[in-house]
């Protein structure tokens, strides 16, 4: 009998555990929590900056803040990429891009920049 009741024990015990652990660490992040990370990204990450440079594409787009949307972009092909571009700087180069993967190559290539990878977001 004694040993039903420390296993009882041992059962709420570890279930008491896993709900605080849960609440702490939480599933669900407050609205509070969630500035805090998107303040700190900002913080960590520069401003975009325009490049000048030429642009002869047949790709409908249009940039809204800093990044290249293609406009005929299908609602289920859509996606943000991180295309990495190369120039002299130390950190690399980047192009925020959304829409389909190889317009966004396209788009990056007609502006004269020589592509290295391309990253979903």
């Known amino acids: 009998?004694?040993?039903k009741i420390y296993v009882t024990k041992s059962v709420l015990v570890m279930l008491v555990i896993a709900v605080v652990f849960a609440g702490t660490t939480g599933c669900a992040k407050s609205a509070h929590y969630i500035k805090q990370i998107d303040d700190f990204v900002d913080k960590g990450y520069p401003k975009a900056e325009r490049i000048s440079g030429k642009l002869v594409s047949d790709i409908k787009h249009e940039v809204?803040?800093?990044?290249?949307?293609?406009?005929d972009r299908a609602k289920h092909s859509s996606s943000r990429w991180w295309v990495d571009v190369r120039c002299d700087h130390w950190a690399s180069c980047f192009m925020r891009c959304d829409g389909p993967k190889q317009q966004c190559r396209k788009l990056a290539e007609d502006s004269n920049f020589t592509v290295n990878s391309i990253s979903p977001f």
Do not use: R, W
Not at 64 to 71: C, N, Q, R, Y
């Open 1 to 3: 009998m004694k040993e």
């Open 64 to 71: 809204v803040d800093g990044t290249a949307i293609i406009e």
